[in-house]
């Protein structure tokens, strides 16, 4: 089947000294109407799928686009950084390095995601967020403001990430060696729990710790969550 898209001859040099060529639609698709003008790619492997590139976006270096995604407005796809599934990336947002945005994310405003980090479910990244290493988004997650999320944690649930005193993450103890815990701040007020597929709030962690092996190591770790977001 041929590409809904082509190359036009309408060109531009990104600041990071990249030509870029502008798309246009070769037929009626999910996101454009046939003969509609798109953003800028570098080269066709670029842009797959029924995934667009709208605006004056810009997309770049092994950087891909690609299922029914969309990045439009001012952002910025590179790197080896993928876009997919159903996310939506606008704005001014940067997705760089070998992140990923996929299923029904979105990336937003001024917000930056690189390093290895993956946004997915129905998460949002937003405002001036950053987030970088290997950082993963999941659920209903919201990370918003000046948030920075570094290193290694997972959020998911219906964590809100404002600050980064709004997360704290756990690694090496017990059944959680190879995978981090982390805590967080959740919407409606709680803390939540998760590690790998575990989820749970913390009082919900706190009532099953005599049940897991190392107990009392999860019981100083409950104290230390307290006493990050002043629960005690």
Request: proline share 1%.
């Given at each position: 089947m041929?590409e ?13 000294g990249?030509?870029?060529h ?6 009626d ?11 800028f ?9 029924k ?6 976006a810009?997309v ?8 029914h995604?969309?990045?439009g407005?001012l952002?910025c796809?590179?790197?080896n950084?993928r876009?997919l599934?159903n996310?939506?990336?606008y ?15 979105r990336?937003y405003d ?6 290895m980090?993956?946004?997915?479910g ?5 405002e001036?967020?950053e987030?970088y290493?290997?950082v ?7 990370v918003?403001?000046h948030?920075q999320?570094?290193?290694w ?8 990430v404002?600050?980064?005193?709004d ?7 017990g059944?959680?060696?190879?995978d ?10 709680e803390?939540g ?6 989820s ?5 962690f706190?009532?099953q710790?005599g ?12 104290e230390?969550?307290?006493?990050n977001?002043?629960?005690?």
């Amino acid at each position: 089947m041929d590409e809904h898209f082509k190359l036009t001859e309408e060109t531009r040099v990104n600041e990071a000294g990249v030509t870029l060529h502008r798309i246009v639609a070769t037929r009626d698709s999910l996101h454009a109407k046939a003969g509609q003008l798109g953003g800028f790619i570098e080269k066709e492997e670029n842009l797959g799928g029924k995934a667009w590139v709208d605006g004056y976006a810009e997309v770049w270096g092994e950087a891909l686009v690609f299922c029914h995604a969309y990045v439009g407005g001012l952002a910025c796809v590179y790197g080896n950084a993928r876009v997919l599934d159903n996310a939506r990336v606008y704005g001014k947002a940067h997705i760089g390095d070998y992140a990923c945005v996929g299923k029904d994310a979105r990336v937003y405003d001024n917000a930056c995601v690189g390093g290895m980090a993956y946004v997915g479910g129905q998460a949002e990244v937003y405002e001036r967020a950053e987030v970088y290493g290997i950082v993963r988004i999941e659920g209903e997650a919201e990370v918003t403001g000046h948030a920075q999320m570094l290193g290694w944690a997972n959020i998911g649930r219906q964590a809100l990430v404002e600050h980064i005193g709004d997360y704290c993450v756990f690694q090496g103890f017990g059944q959680w060696k190879h995978d981090p815990l982390t805590a967080f701040r959740e919407k409606n007020g709680e803390i939540g729990v998760l590690s790998g597929h575990y989820s749970e709030t913390l009082e919900g962690f706190a009532a099953q710790i005599g049940d897991m092996p190392s107990g009392r190591t999860f019981q100083a770790i409950v104290e230390v969550i307290k006493l990050n977001f002043n629960l005690n």
